[in-house]
Structures are given as C-alpha cells and as structure tokens.
C-alpha cells in the first residue's frame, strides 16, 4: 500500500526529530522511516534532503547503496533466505530453488497478492546450525524445504495456495 | 528459588528456545514448582541449543539440545530437582567441548543474564575499566602492547600501535568505532559476544577512550542482528543510568559516550574505511589509505577502529595483566582465536583456543566431521575471502603466519566444512557472484572484474576454449589483486585460485 502524503510526511518528520536531523544518522533515520511506512517513497527524499543539507542526490544514493532500504512496497511477510557458503553446504541451494517454487517468484520479487518478498541475505551469523531463513525479526535454523511450507503455513489462509 | 537458564541468543532462538522457554514456566506452574528463568547468553555450544541449565544453588546441571516436546517428559523425570533423563549432561563446565577449550573472552559467555551489570561485575568484570581509571593513558597503551593482541577483524594489524597512533596524535575529538559489521559467512563470535557479554565490549570501549584520549564511541552494528542489537541497546541504556557510560564513568570525572549505530546490510561495510563513511551517513564506498584512520578517521578526527573481540580482550588485559595474555598462543599470534565451526558439521559452535591449534584439531576433535556423516571434503577458513582448503592442509597450525604461509588466511577465525556433495566449480563462482553483488563500485577491477570472473568461470565449465579461459582467469584474478583499493577485490581470488588449484576436477 503507498502511503499518503501527510503519512510520508509524517514518518519523515518524526525519523528527523528523534535524531536531532542530525545527517550523520542518516542509515537511522532511513531504518525508521521504513519502519513506519514500509519502505521509504520517493516523496520523502526532498525533505530529508532540505532538513540534513544534502542533495536530493546523496540520499537518493544513499537509498540504492544499502540492501535494507526499498522504494516500493515489499509483500505483507518479507523472507530473507540466506545463501552464504556455511548455508550452501547444508543445502541452501535446494532451499532456495523450494522456496522460489513454492511462492512462485524469485529472489527480491513479491507475490502478485502481496504476500510475501523473499529476499537473499549474506550471512545471518546462524552458521552452525544452517540452512537459515529470516521472518521478520525471527531467524530460524536448519531449514529444510519441509520446514520452510511449515514456517510459512501460519501467513497463509486455510486451504489456500500462495498465488 | 531454583533458577533456570534458557538462552535468548540468536542460535539458540532459532532452534526454538523462546517457545522452550514458555514452556517449562507453564509447565512449571502445572506442577506449582517456583522457579526463576534467567535468559542467559550462550555457551557457544550451538550444537546443543537449546541448552538449558539449572542451578539449584549446588552448582549448574545442563540439558540439551531441548525441544518443546521434551519439555512435559523432563518434568516428569524430576526436571527441575536432579533427574536422570537421555539430555541430561551433567556439569556444563565439564561437557568435554567446552572443558577442554581456553575460555579467555568468552569466559563469561552463558553464565548469565547478559544485561545484568550485577552479574558482571560478580563475575570479575570491570576489574579492566577500574585499573585503567587510575592508569597514565599512556601506560595502558603500553599494556595493550605488551600483550601482544592483534586486531580480531581479520587483518591482524597490532593494537597497541593503532592505539598509539591515535593516542599521539592530538585532536580536539577522537572516536572509538567498534566494527561490529560481521558479514563474513561462518563467522558469528562477534554476534555471541554482543548477545552473551554485552559489557564486556562496553568495557573495552571505554579503556579504548581512556587510553587514546576519545570520549565518544560508536559500534557499528549490521542490521541483520536483531537480537544482538536487542541486547545492546538494553546494556548500552544500563550502562549509562549506573554511570559505567557518560560524564563520570564510575565517579572518576572521565566521561565516555556510546552510540549504537545500524547498519543496513552492506558486507562492505566491514570494511574499516567503508565504515566510517557509513557511520558519517553516507554510501559505504571505501577511502584511499592514506591518510590512516589512526589520523583522519570520523568526520576527519582520529579514531580507534577495532573489531568487537579486539575491543572486548582489552578488559581482560587490563583486568588480568598483559603478561597472562601474552603467555597464550604462539609466535607472533598471541593469546587466543575464536574458532567458529559452521556449515557442514556435526558439532559446530564457538571453539576458544591458543593460537597454534592444528586446524584438523578443530574440525575432528571439536566439530566432530561432517553433520551429514559423509567425508569431509573442502574447508574454507576466514569468510568468503579466504582460502579452501583440502584435506593435505588441515594440520596448518592456527596462526596468521602458519596460514599465510600456505596461502590462507586466518581473518576472522570463521571454519565452514563442506562434505564431498559441493561443487567446488560453483563454489568458485559463487565467490565472484558474491563479490559482484557486494562491491562497492569504486574499483573497476572489483566491480566489473567480478562479473567478468562468473562469465569466465561458466565458460571453463562449459568446456569452452578451456586453455584460453583458464589463462583469462589467471589474468584477472591478478589484475583484482593488484587494482583494488580493499580487501573485497584484492582477496576474491583467494576462495576462486584456492578452488581451482585443490579441486581442478570440479571445473571440467
């Protein structure tokens, strides 16, 4: 969903005010606008541009820089599979093409209901007990293709297949 | 009142002990049993995570790894109160993987709720912090030196002369930048410290900035570790209500300042100039070297950029005297490594050790071969930039000149064992595709040099004009080594020639 205009507004004023618009804070203040909105629309660049002193351009770069922020919408559940070296040699090659499968999509795409992202990741520090996936906030470990429909089973309706 | 231990570290969560953890306080209840659950770090032993303990006031009993289901049945054997039962494990001192490590760092890691100052300071910590507020700053740089401890990021460059360096050199403001962007894959130490320990490295801070003269820190944190940053935030806010932090660290009139900053998943961030530029709220591309950070660092000031276990064996250095520090480990790598076991392997977790350790002592004794229980076949040690390793060269003793020596490198002391099911081909690639994707672009040889490097890479595995790729490949990998400004295009090649060299069958 794009947030509005007052909204974006609004996250964008309150991520400046609780770092004192301070722009060496500029990854914090970025976390917490996509925090709040989801991600961080391209309206809230010219603000945040005015208030730290910057160029439209510098944090345009700064956005594209990290891996974190996005400038559309990600699905309701964001799925970040690791595919690192200590994931790979239990498996997260089979983990990945499962996942990608099941949902229907590849890596940094959303399905088209909007349900989930899957994302990849670098190394989630879980190496020893591997292959893992994050949910959320939520790492889990040793995930096999069975346990990743079990992980996902709660996102979805009764009975119903991801689109 | 019986107290029970279930750790809230990362590992340990991700194998289910939040949902252990609920269940044995309802499980408790059920029976009317009063106990006190403590969220504890971790031990390290991933292997047996959950790992749950109890201390009944006649020492600790440990019992793992502890699922959900095992949880009615352990109660029904007598759990809490001593019982015999299948995960029972007795003294978790005296589980031979931990017993037989040398716990320097991570002596307090498990023992404790990792945000209670109490138990830190009940369990010897502080003790560096006190010796080093009534220490000339230039005597606790000479410590650091004696001890002889060499930076724990990967490039071993010796502390106490980085510290020296920023100690001489005067500025109105220095900084202390802890690099906790751990992004090497099969390294996690960092991460257990912050979850398991968390004073322990605000501890080192602060000598840090009472040596060097800085009064503000930062620790730099990756985004992709929720619950260290959990953990931090909470003793980071302790630290400062009880006056460990701020104007007048613990009554002494010398203030220092801790920030926690997120980053947001850029492995080059790891990088220490690359950081820095993060840290300034810019893109993480890396600076040219000079000028050294030692001398224009943070917003140009001088500043102590040391990784998170380099940071935290200051204040056992302190605490203890450089000279028991210096007495561990052999030639030039003093006091300890943190072996990190992952990947393919059995028993995989945090293994302490001297340095000089022979690798195959950690992937036999330690890990216990392969969790598959197929042969062990390729090793990669030091992150996705290092070397792999085949089985003629696992008795290299653990020492950066040991490992240098044959072509490896120590980095971070991350292990990951891989049995004889991976493609060491694809492997190859994957160290070029990894590149590709985490470059920061400022180097063409990296940036472009690594999509060229996948593309070469699938024509010799293709079998096409194979003397001609294999001699572009050479090509290449040099021009990386020699065009790079940093460690991601200049070590690259390390993970690709290291393949190619040991396991030339994969790439036909």
């Not at chain 1, 499962?98 to 940094?108: M, Q, S, T, V, W």
């Not at chain 2, 750790?7 to 340990?12: G, I, L, N, S």
């Not at chain 2, 029976?31 to 600790?60: F, Y």
């Not at chain 2, 302490?352 to 002592?361: D, I, K, M, S, V």
Request: glycine fraction near 12%; aromatic fraction near 6%.
């Amino acid at each position: 969903m794009t947030p509005g205009p007052e909204a974006t507004e609004s996250a964008v004023r309150d991520a400046l005010d609780a770092h004192e618009a301070r722009a060496d804070a500029l990854l914090e203040i970025l976390h917490q606008v996509q925090d709040t909105l989801g991600h961080i629309p391209r309206e809230a660049v010219p603000p945040l541009a005015r208030a730290l002193n910057r160029s439209r351009a510098e944090i345009q770069g700064v956005i594209g820089f990290y891996h974190d922020f996005r400038q559309e919408p990600a699905g309701a559940t964001v799925i970040h599979l690791c595919r690192a070296e200590a994931c790979q040699a239990m498996g997260a090659g089979a983990l990945e093409r499962h996942a990608c499968e099941r949902l229907g999509i590849g890596l940094h795409e959303t399905t088209p209901d909007g349900r989930f992202t899957l994302e990849p990741v670098y190394c989630l520090g879980n190496c020893a007990c591997t292959p893992s996936v994050r949910i959320g906030d939520t790492v889990y470990a040793r995930v096999t293709p069975e346990r990743f429909d079990a992980l996902i089973d709660p996102y979805l309706d009764p009975g119903e297949e991801p689109a | 009142m019986i107290r029970v231990f279930v750790p809230r570290d990362t590992t340990a969560a991700a194998l289910g002990a939040d949902a252990v953890a609920a269940a044995i306080l309802g499980e408790a209840a059920r029976c009317g049993l009063a106990i006190e659950l403590v969220r504890n770090g971790s031990r390290g032993a991933c292997w047996l995570e959950p790992l749950v303990e109890v201390d009944d006031g006649h020492g600790r009993r440990a019992f793992g790894p502890v699922s959900v289901d095992d949880v009615p049945d352990l109660f029904v054997a007598g759990f809490p109160g001593r019982c015999d039962h299948p995960l029972a494990l007795g003294d978790p001192a005296e589980i031979p993987w931990l017993a037989r490590q040398h716990r320097l760092t991570f002596a307090r890691a498990g023992l404790a709720d990792p945000v209670s100052l109490d138990d830190y300071q009940a369990l010897g910590g502080l003790a560096g912090l006190r010796k080093a507020l009534v220490m000339e700053p230039q005597a606790i740089v000479d410590a650091v030196k004696a001890s002889g401890l060499r930076g724990r990021g990967g490039a071993a460059f010796p502390t106490g002369i980085k510290w020296q360096t920023v100690h001489d050199t005067p500025a109105e403001q220095k900084y202390i930048a802890c690099n906790a962007d751990e992004g090497d894959s099969g390294t996690f130490a960092d991460r257990l410290l912050m979850e398991a320990d968390p004073y322990q490295l605000i501890e080192g801070m602060a000598i840090a900035g009472l040596a060097v003269g800085a009064t503000q820190g930062f620790i730099y944190l990756r985004s992709e570790y929720p619950r260290a940053r959990d953990t931090l935030e909470q003793a980071i806010a302790h630290a400062g209500r009880t006056g460990v932090l701020g104007d007048d660290i613990l009554g002494s009139g010398r203030a220092f300042h801790l920030e926690l900053r997120l980053g947001a998943n850029a492995y080059i961030c790891g990088e220490e100039t690359s950081m820095l530029e993060s840290l300034e709220g810019k893109r993480g591309l890396v600076r040219f070297k000079p000028p050294l950070p030692a001398i224009e660092g943070l917003h140009g000031q001088p500043t102590v950029i040391n990784n998170v276990l380099s940071l935290a064996a200051a204040s056992s250095i302190l605490a203890d005297g450089p000279e028991a520090y210096a007495a561990l480990g052999s030639g030039r790598s003093k006091g300890t490594l943190t072996v990190q076991l992952g990947g393919n392997v059995k028993r995989g977790g945090l293994v302490e050790l001297p340095f000089g350790t022979p690798l195959r002592t950690a992937l036999e004794d330690y890990g216990g071969g392969t969790a598959s229980g197929r042969p062990l076949r390729a090793v990669q040690v030091g992150g996705p930039l290092g070397t792999y390793l085949p089985e003629a060269l696992w008795d290299t003793p653990l020492d950066y000149e040991a490992f240098a020596e044959v072509g490896g490198m120590l980095g971070h002391g991350g292990v990951v064992l891989f049995d004889d099911t991976v493609d060491m081909g694809h492997m190859a690639r994957f160290a070029m595709e990894f590149c590709a994707v985490e470059s920061c672009g400022k180097c063409t040889p990296c940036r472009v040099g690594s999509v060229r490097g996948m593309e070469v890479i699938d024509r010799l595995r293709a079998g096409d004009d194979r003397e001609g790729a294999l001699a572009l490949l050479e090509e290449l990998c040099e021009t990386m080594e020699d065009g790079s400004l940093c460690a991601m295009g200049g070590l690259t090649p390390k993970p690709v020639r290291s393949a190619l060299e040991h396991f030339p069958e994969d790439f036909c």
